[in-house]
């Protein structure tokens, strides 16, 4: 699972030993609050377009496996752009974390 | 995080809904520029339409120079509003852009609407009288 970040939010998440991401009103308010994730990597073609925000939000990723699962946002858009979220804050500790660091993105 | 707005037709989409949603998008944005969803095609609304191209996912650009923007820098507050996300499923068509109430937002909500109503027109006509089907791929 990642979840893709930009600098400000790469250094917060980063700053703890379990990672904390932080459930927050998506822009359209018929997407639930969450913390979002996609199984897409950095390769994924077009994933921001897909997913609506800037390119700034590519610039670092976190990878990891899900030490609670995920909620798939929902059969038709969430399924295709393979888009989850936990409706609460969401933490990974170490034990679940794989890797992060910049996407090589800009 | 996550952005856009899904407005969704349900209903298994044909060929011919596709030739539709792309030949109404036309006549708002005639310069408008198809690009699939994997990046490897991109083609003028024109050209798709004239080669009967189809794909399942796809991005619609208002013009060249909004592609160029959302290349370049993702999702803006100058380019939000020409650009729309285009999934074509099973059971349904749904066409994502940055907020509901935009003028993209409309835009596709009177497209949605016209396919809709074809729709209802063409199960009222005898099948020896339907059109062909228009085969749209890429």
Known sequence: MNHFTDREGYNGIRSQPTWLFKAAQPPQTRHPVGAYFTTFGPDEPNLFKKLFIPNAKREFIFSFTPPVPLQLLDEKRGKVHQIYYSPADYSVPRSHQISHGPTGLQ | ?138
């Open chain 2, 1 to 138: 995080m996550i952005g856009g707005f899904e407005f969704e037709l349900g209903g298994t989409p044909s060929p011919d809904d596709v030739g539709r949603l792309l030949r109404l998008l036309r006549v708002k944005w005639p310069a408008c520029i198809l690009e699939s969803a994997d990046g490897a095609v991109t083609a003028t609304i024109q050209d798709v339409l004239r080669n009967r191209s189809s794909t399942s996912q796809f991005f619609l650009y208002r013009d060249l120079a909004a592609k160029r923007s959302w290349d370049e820098h993702g999702l803006t507050e100058e380019n939000g509003d020409a650009m729309i996300s285009v999934i074509i499923d099973e059971d349904f068509i749904m066409m994502i852009v940055n907020a509901q109430d935009s003028v993209s937002g409309h835009i596709v909500k009177e497209i949605l609407q016209g396919i809709h109503t074809c729709r209802n027109v063409n199960r009222l006509v005898p099948p020896s009288y339907a059109p062909k089907s228009q085969q749209v791929t890429i």
